[in-house]
Every structure is written in C-alpha cells, then in structure tokens.
C-alpha cells in the first residue's frame, strides 16, 4: 500500500486471469467518464432580473472513493450554464439559487467555445465527458416553495410569498389580494344568461345578461 495519496482500486483479483485484468482496464477507462451527478449551487450569476441566462458555480456532492473507501470531495465546478424554460424572446425567468441541490450533466465533447459564441463552433480541446462541460438542468430534493404555479386536478393556483393568489376551480376564479392600479381598469366579462321560472303573477320571467364591460 503507498505511503502517500489513496491507494488504488486494483485488487489481487484483477490479475487472476486475463479477462480479470481486462475487466480492471475496462472499468477503470469507465470511471473518468462523467455523465450527470446531483450537485448544490455555490455561486449564481443572475438573481431573477430581466437578462440572459446565466451561470452558476456547483459543488458535485457524490464523494470520490479509494480502494480501501477514504472519500474525497470534488472542487468547485465553475460558470456551467443553466437550463431556463424559454422560446424565443418568451421566457418564465426563474434563477437557480445559493445552496439549490440539482442534477448537472456532461457533455461528450468540450463546450465551451459553443458557449462563448451561442453557436456552431469546433470543441475547444480534446477532452471529453469531463465534468468541465457540464450544464445544470434543474432542482431537486427541494423544499416546499413559498411562491410557485400549481396545476392538480382542482385546477389551477398562482401564490407568491406575500400571501397574494389566484385560485382557478370550476366554480370560477378567486382572487385574495389588494389592487394599487396606477392606470385604467377594464374588465371583459363573458355574456351569459340563465332561464328562470314564471313568478307567482304567472308572468314569463326574460333572459338576464351580466354587464359587458365595468371599470
């Protein structure tokens, strides 16, 4: 066993045979592919403002292990790009946060010239499913939000942090919030009408209509 750094994986078993050792050469080209990890945000480079996607810095959180089980961390991951939900210039902005806990993937071939120049270009180096290319795709083993868009099978619910909703059920639309309109107000309400029984002097009561437009 070394003395210095972590002892190796080979074990007596790897040369018992020749396709033991082929196996240990196989297996160990196998660990320097990287393909997706969970990962916890460190840094971010965008806070919810109105900008181009960002970048964010994360730490892998699968440990490294020696033949023998010491664990090792990995480093810092720097400036991998972020997966937002956009078409075009139509976005749902939604910036990762410090201390996320999400699922990073490895590309194939270096990126980063792609990202420099947002399109067709060679890869910058020779490497290849290093974690250096990776890219952050979303959140998970979250907690509860405090803001959030719900869809069940109710219908659908729009909170933010402040207590404000938006209720969205089959008996209509509920809204709990106070309005500071700072321009004019116009409602669109749908005509509708409902029949209704003849009154008790025996007389047809007519269609009602709800208003077409309010302020």
């Known amino acids: 066993m070394p003395q210095d750094g972590f002892p190796g994986q080979q074990q007596p078993s790897s040369e018992a045979s020749p396709f033991n050792g082929t196996s240990f050469i196989v297996d160990q080209a196998l660990r320097l592919i990287s393909t997706a990890t969970l990962v916890k945000v460190v840094s971010v480079t965008n806070d919810g403002g109105v900008s181009p996607v960002g970048f964010v810095d994360v730490l892998p959180l699968v440990n490294m292990v020696d033949g023998v089980g010491n664990s090792q961390g990995h480093g810092t991951l720097h400036a991998l790009t972020y997966c937002r939900v956009q078409g075009g210039l139509n976005a749902i902005i939604m910036d990762p946060q410090i201390g996320d806990i999400g699922v990073a993937v490895f590309a194939d071939r270096d990126i980063s010239s792609v990202k420099v120049n947002k399109g ?8 290849r499913f290093d974690m250096a290319d990776g890219m952050y795709l979303f959140s998970v083993l979250g907690s509860a939000p405090n803001q959030y868009v719900q869809f069940n099978m109710a219908g659908i619910t729009i909170a933010d942090k402040n207590g404000n909703t938006i209720v969205m059920a089959s008996g209509g ?8 309109p700072t321009g004019g107000i116009s409602f669109d309400i749908k005509t509708h009408t409902h029949d209704q029984p003849n009154d008790s002097h025996d007389d047809t009561e007519q269609p009602t209509l709800a208003p077409n437009n309010g302020s």
């Open 120 to 127: 067709l270009a060679n890869p910058g180096s020779l490497r």
């Open 173 to 180: 639309i509920t809204i709990n919030g106070i309005f500071f």
